[in-house]
């Protein structure tokens, strides 16, 4: 950390999603502290509808098993040529079977308010969404602030059946994330982000 006056500023422009990850596996206090912090998201009604699994590895292959025949279904069904669905397939397997430590973020609606009507209840689900983003963004600040490398894959959201068989979870909790972890390997150089083009993506009314 730099002496600069707004060190989170500093974090945030300093996370890079890093995809060449080493090992070992983070230690188990290591991973506690990061979803700790993930913990502290503002959420709505002062809920905490978050839910974080570390995956080891006897659950990985069964894990990319069934994710892999779910999504060799939609691309099939995409009519991709068969090399591209097998090469797809096959990077998604490494990342999930060959991350360091690989963590699954969830969705639950516990304590969302219950509408019978699908235009606010869409919207309260809305809420969840919004704060799991910002309970993701903080531990993915936190790792990169303490030295680890790390991104995030959001495939679980289209496998989300599969994800939970593979990992016996509840039915009621809804895969959303996971977040890949491990150590930058030693010729990882930060790539040069662009600058925000906020005469594009930002505008007054």
Known sequence: ??????????AIRARRSVRGLDGPPLAAEEVEALVALALTAPAPHHTRPWRFVEIGAARREVLADAMGSAWRRDLEADA???????????????????????LLGCLVADGLNRYTDERRWRAEWGLAQH????????????????????????????AP???RGALDLDATWEPQAFVALGR????????????????TEFTRR
């Open 80 to 102: 991709l040529p068969s090399k591209t669905v097998d090469r797809a397939l096959a990077r998604s397997r490494a990342r999930i079977t060959g991350a360091p430590t690989l």
């Open 184 to 199: 930058p390997k030693g010729d990882y150089r930060p790539f040069d982000r662009p600058a925000p083009d906020l005469g």
């Open 1 to 10: 950390m730099t002496d600069h006056p707004h060190p989170i500023e500093d």
């Open 131 to 158: 704060s799991f983003g910002a309970a993701l963004q903080n531990l993915l600040l936190a790792a990169s602030a303490r030295g680890f490398a790390a991104y995030w894959i959001s495939a679980p959201l289209y």
């Open 161 to 163: 059946d599969e994800v």
